[in-house]
């Protein structure tokens, strides 16, 4: 899998949108770019995932550049209850037998501020 | 509802005493994973299953056995645990598409 770069930590008023970046220059044409994230020590929750084209979903926006070797995940509205680590991953997903693993990389720790 | 299940949430134990965290999903899905979570190691996969009685190793498998004799349900075991194998794990679940994580289990091994 593609490894992927992101900012270690980032800020955002509550209420602004938060727009989360990930480089993934060497990412392959079968590898789709997936999101999560990790609030505390609970499980990783799934928020959104793409190809090449932009994706929304009642949780979030995916931007993937034309290149496809960067991506942005946008939090239209954040709250509180969204200070979490983002994990941006990418990821060989193929039907039929299954998945293959996913590589989690240190993410990036959003703190969203009142 | 759709959703992943690991038992027990939090375990304290005593090296060498062999114990098992189990793993269901109700989604019918094919794919199950363990992965373990360590401070500034990130998450880990331990052991995969493609399907019933497929079964194949992660990253860090050692000290570990997993089986997989109904789709549903994925079971750890740790047959002697050590100090080492102290750690957060998650069992995930999914079908060639997104990976569903349970809640994690809080292990501690003294």
């Known amino acids: 899998d593609a490894k992927t770069t992101q900012p270690p930590s980032m800020d955002c008023a509550e209420g602004r949108a938060a727009n989360l970046p990930c480089n993934h220059s060497t990412i392959s044409g079968n590898e789709y770019v997936y999101w999560y994230r990790q609030i505390h020590s609970q499980g990783p929750q799934y928020i959104i995932h793409?190809?090449?084209n932009n994706e929304t979903n009642e949780m979030a926006s995916l931007i993937i550049t034309e290149d496809r070797k960067s991506s942005t995940l946008i939090l239209p509205h954040a709250t509180l209850r969204d200070t979490a680590v983002y994990y941006c991953i990418a990821y060989f997903a193929y039907s039929g037998a299954g998945s293959y693993q996913l590589t989690f990389g240190k993410g990036t720790k959003l703190s969203v501020i009142p | 509802e759709a959703q992943v299940t690991q038992n027990p949430r939090y375990l304290i134990t005593v090296t060498g005493k062999k114990l098992t965290v189990t793993c269901s999903q109700n989604m019918n899905h094919e794919y199950m994973s363990w992965y373990r979570q360590d401070p500034g190691l990130g998450l880990r996969q331990i052991y995969y299953?493609?399907?019933?009685?497929?079964?194949d190793k992660g990253d860090v498998p050692e000290g570990y056995k997993v089986s997989r004799k109904e789709k549903r349900n994925f079971p750890l075991i740790l047959e002697s645990p050590s100090p080492n194998q102290t750690s957060l794990y998650f069992c995930a679940s999914s079908y060639g598409g997104v990976p569903y994580f349970g809640p994690g289990t809080r292990l501690t091994v003294t």
């Open positions: 299953s493609m399907n019933v009685e497929v079964t």
């Open positions: 793409g190809l090449k």
